[in-house]
Nanobody, 125 residues
Framework: QVHLVESGGGLVQAGGSLRLSCKAS????????VGWFRQAPGKEREFVIA????????STADSVKGRFSISRDNAKNTVSLQMNSLKPEDTAVYFC??????????????????WGQGTQVTISS
């Protein structure tokens, strides 16, 4: 079974950058799509960005297009979220999730079955 641990969160000034990592343990990591989600205080969880396991297809929320990018290194069982030009509204707990094994397209949110515990990202103005 795949287990996910996020790292790299912290406090950054608006306009700055952060790189988050999602480290997976377990086998068959390369068969899973991995997505990043975020949840701000008092708000519902929202999709941010995802990448599939074998088809190299990505999906990006409009709110972060041009600022965030995702990449994966299957040899190291990691998926990274590069966040640039950060805004105060990006403040949230960021979660990585895995699902949609063998899927060509990024899965829907309800198809993610394995979730990390989250890492806090705070952007100051």
């Amino acid at each position: 079974q795949v287990h996910l641990v996020e790292s790299g969160g912290g406090l950054v000034q608006a306009g700055g950058s952060l790189r988050l990592s999602c480290k997976a343990s377990g086998r068959s990591f390369s068969t899973y799509a991995v997505g990043w989600f975020r949840q701000a205080p008092g708000k519902e969880r929202e999709f941010v960005i995802a990448i599939t396991g074998t088809s190299d297809v990505t999906s990006t929320a409009d709110s972060v297009k041009g600022r965030f990018s995702i990449s994966r290194d299957n040899a190291k069982n990691t998926v990274s979220l590069q966040m640039n030009s950060l805004k105060p509204e990006d403040t949230a707990v960021y979660f990585c999730a895995a699902g949609g094994r063998y899927s060509y397209d990024p899965p829907k949110e309800d198809e993610y079955t394995i979730w990390g515990q989250g890492t806090q990202v705070t952007i100051s103005s």
